[in-house]
């Protein structure tokens, strides 16, 4: 089992930036994928970035590649999303996930943080 507390969502202007964290305890984090997703009011949940285990191989939704950054810290057992250049249309509760790096589906899921984008 791994739980995982998402932080760092607040309200925030067009063009800003916010740091969303990733607390993980329970098992080893350094064994689990970790992936961020969103969900706006209305929409279904969307996968906005995700990394390796080992924190070498990243994948982003085009929506935020080249604003967004994820990484992770294992000795911390957190996991970040650097969001830049802030639209709108990223308002959501984001969510941080994890998953064992042989499987597909995400298995752990964090209780989400609202992020808010004014505009």
């Known amino acids: 089992q791994v739980q995982l507390v998402e932080s760092g969502g607040g309200l925030v202007q067009a063009g800003g930036s916010l740091r969303l964290s990733c607390a993980a305890s329970g098992r080893t984090f350094t064994t689990y994928d970790m992936g961020w997703f969103r969900q706006a009011p209305g929409k279904e949940r969307e996968f906005v970035a995700n990394?390796?285990?080992?924190?070498?191989?990243?994948f982003y939704a085009d929506s935020v590649r080249g604003r967004f950054t994820i990484s992770r810290d294992n000795a911390e057992n957190t996991g970040y999303l650097q969001m830049n250049s802030l639209k709108p249309e990223d308002t959501a509760v984001y969510y941080c996930a994890a998953k064992e790096t042989t499987r597909r589906e995400y298995s752990y899921w964090g209780q989400g943080t609202q992020v808010t984008v004014s505009s």
């Open positions: 990394i390796r285990w080992n924190g070498v191989i990243t």
